[in-house]
């Protein structure tokens, strides 16, 4: 499932791109060409900053603690009740491009 939206900010435009996988993307039995795609998906998430960047698109920039704290917010919110044992990368696009 890919869901995309564009909004208009002040005076420029931020695009805003979510991406949502499921468990396949870690690999499941008899499913390899979904798995192999789903897997797909996450990697193009975490390269598009990379090839977009030129565009300003914000990667690899100084974070402030609300940026962290806006983060925490949801994790802790009822929003949140069906998210569980997840990982999210708040670093600004620092971990964008490494392997993990």
């Known amino acids: 499932m890919c869901v995309g939206s564009v909004a208009v900010y002040e005076a420029y435009l931020l ?3 979510i991406n949502v996988t499921n468990q ?3 690999g499941e039995e008899g ?6 795609t789903e897997a797909g998906l996450i990697g193009m998430t975490r390269t598009w900053p990379l090839e977009l960047g030129c565009f300003g698109i914000p990667v690899k920039r100084l974070g402030a603690p609300a940026d962290v704290a806006a983060a925490a917010g ?3 919110s009822k929003e949140a009740g069906f998210v569980t ?3 999210l990368y708040v670093c600004g696009g620092l971990t964008v491009g ?3």
Do not use: E, P
């Open 15 to 17: 695009w805003v791109h």
């Open 24 to 26: 396949a993307a870690l």
């Open 31 to 36: 499913r390899t060409i979904y798995s192999a």
């Open 74 to 76: 949801f994790f802790t």
């Open 85 to 87: 044992g997840q990982a």
């Open 98 to 100: 490494l392997a993990h």
